[in-house]
DNA sequence: CGTATGTTTGAGGATTATCAATGAAAGTGG
DNA sequence: CCACTTTCATTGATAATCCTCAAACATACG
């Protein structure tokens, strides 16, 4: 009996991204679940009078492309070029009633998302744009792929309104964050896409 | 060979409980997943400043309890009387990995919860304190349980603090919100925990 | 090299939180 | 059962945060 891993991999359809790529769009019949071998998808939705909220995203190892209703609710784009693999829906859910253990991983990789969320929930409804900010960049850096922890400097794959559609601020409130912490030499914007980050400071400024 | 239910119930344990009535506190070791079967449980969060967190509230057939890291991070407190089934979490995993059919029902329950939460997501960053309001009495008409359709009379067995902070807002906030939607005769304040709804308007009112 | 896109910074305005006061409801103990 | 206390709800005035608009600057792409 192969093992959970290889039978993922034998139902399994590996595709590889430009930073760029469109991997749905909402709307679409929801065929195929995805996870992320390499690379960052940004998991977006658009609202009616044209404002967008980044939704998720979604690293190395991460699971998505869930459609409950069978079509997708959102988008999801490649920023990076990566490796993502996806399983047809129906294929995947046999592969899971086949294999409790396996399955019972997926239940809890979504009971950790659940979780996940209730803190996004919080930091959204409860914080001020600077401590959002400084919350993102956390996150960022514990992704190993994009944080390099001799040079301490931090790749970010995404774009100014993109963090600002994942926190829920304008593009502008998220500069002015960034002002704010360069001044107080916590970060040090190197380039647009390239922060150099004093890590205890910037946990200090997170009274979450 | 019991049915799902059937062998669910065996190793549930059913609790009754009284409007404040409290389940478990965040912190608390995860021992039980549970499961609503009447009244209204609010899952709220603390923050060390002293506000709190509504994160959701359950209604029958609502799960909550899952402490993916061994202890709760929130709180749960009945906020009407009403029933409720805990199970070991152990038990109910071993249930689960013997059933694979049942279990897929409860990751195809944990992907809807991933869903409406996005939902939620979006409707706290993008939308007004009315438009919150609005959408949280629609989801409030959706329990028979708690709006009549006849009467039109809408049950709240939560107080505006709780709708507040479950919103993210000020409970000044909503009370001004109901305000406004009593003046544009879209409801009406019966009592504090009574609210005659026009249906109809109240949808018009939702621009999601 | 020019255009389009993305970023940063400043000024003004709008929404909502905070503070304060009043009134209503509910629970407590005599 | 009633006075008392506490909590909850509503309304108004003020203040703060953040969004919007606008311009200057930098970067990426054809």
Redesign the pocket.
């Known amino acids: 009996m192969p093992s959970d891993h290889a039978a993922l991999m034998a139902i399994g359809e590996a595709v590889t991204v430009r930073?760029g790529s469109k991997l749905f769009r909402q709307g679409d019949t929801g065929t195929h679940i995805y996870m992320v071998e390499s690379g960052v998808v940004r998991i977006s939705h658009d609202l009616p009078d044209g404002?967008r909220q980044v939704l998720a995203f979604r690293w190395a190892h991460d699971v998505f492309g869930m459609a409950p209703d069978g079509w997708y609710f959102n988008n999801a784009d490649a920023l990076d070029k990566g490796r993502i693999v996806r399983f047809h829906t129906e294929k995947l859910q046999g592969l899971l009633l086949a294999r409790p253990h396996m399955q019972h991983r997926f239940l809890l990789k979504a009971t950790a998302e659940i979780s996940l969320q209730q803190h996004r929930i919080i930091l959204m409804?409860k914080?001020?744009?600077?401590?959002?900010v400084v919350a993102f960049l956390l996150e960022c850096c514990r992704k190993d792929q994009y944080f390099d922890s001799v040079t301490r400097i931090l790749t970010?794959p995404?774009?100014?309104?993109?963090?600002?559609d994942y926190?829920?601020?304008?593009?502008?409130?998220?500069?002015?964050?960034?002002?704010v912490l360069?001044r107080r030499k916590v970060i040090h914007?190197h380039?647009?896409?390239h922060l150099a980050i004093d890590l205890s400071r910037l946990r200090e400024c997170a009274r979450l």
């Open positions: 930073p404002k409804s914080y001020d744009v600077v401590t959002k970010l995404m774009s100014r309104p993109d963090i600002a926190m829920g601020v304008a593009t502008e409130s998220v500069s002015r964050a960034l002002g360069e914007r380039d647009m896409h």
